[in-house]
């Protein structure tokens, strides 16, 4: 008997979560081996990726529906081996969580990607550490190549977003808070959240 029909959840939670940075840093890539555990080197992404992927972290079976886009608002993302993208954090992506962000609550996490290029790496691993302390974020570096701590990034974001109940209280639909002003392009408000 499946979970649909003894009337059990297919899951605790649903999170939405939101891979943001500048094109090329390998968001879809990292979100590609995170679903389906495979790597390609992709074209960067036109308008918006959706994947989707249940896991269970924390003792709780979580549905994630995670988008990449270049657009943006929880996981963010630059290359090591491109300054410009690290410079572009806090002119650009930070600004814009906040500006997009209802909730102080909200999760965030820095990804440094293609750690797996240390001979070309541009950022220091210390640089990545100093600016998510400032701006309050998780930080890991990782590489969607060698899978190097891509689970961990997913992993640690899903932890902190348990461990934090304004983010977890369940509206009065059954569904967890969404706390974004503007969801992504082609979200289902019926089935949408956001952590």
Known sequence: MDSASSGQPEFDYLFKLLLIGDSGVG???????????????????????????????????????????????????????????????????????????????????????????????????????DFAREYGCLFLECSAKTRVNVEQCFEELVLKILETPSLCAEGSSGLKKNIFKQKPPQADASTSSCC
């Open 27 to 129: 968001k879809s890539s990292l979100l590609l081996r995170f679903t389906s555990d495979s790597f390609e080197d992709l074209s960067p992404t036109i308008g918006v990726d959706f994947k989707v992927k249940i896991v269970n972290i924390g003792g709780k079976r979580l549905k994630l529906a995670i988008w990449d886009t270049v657009l943006g608002q929880s996981m963010t993302v630059y290359d090591v081996t491109r300054r410009d993208t690290f410079t572009n954090l806090s002119d650009i992506w930070a600004k814009e969580i906040e500006l997009y962000s209802t909730n102080q609550d909200c999760i965030k996490m820095l990804v440094g990607n293609k750690v797996d290029k240390e001979g070309e790496r541009a950022v220091t691993k210390k640089e990545g550490i």
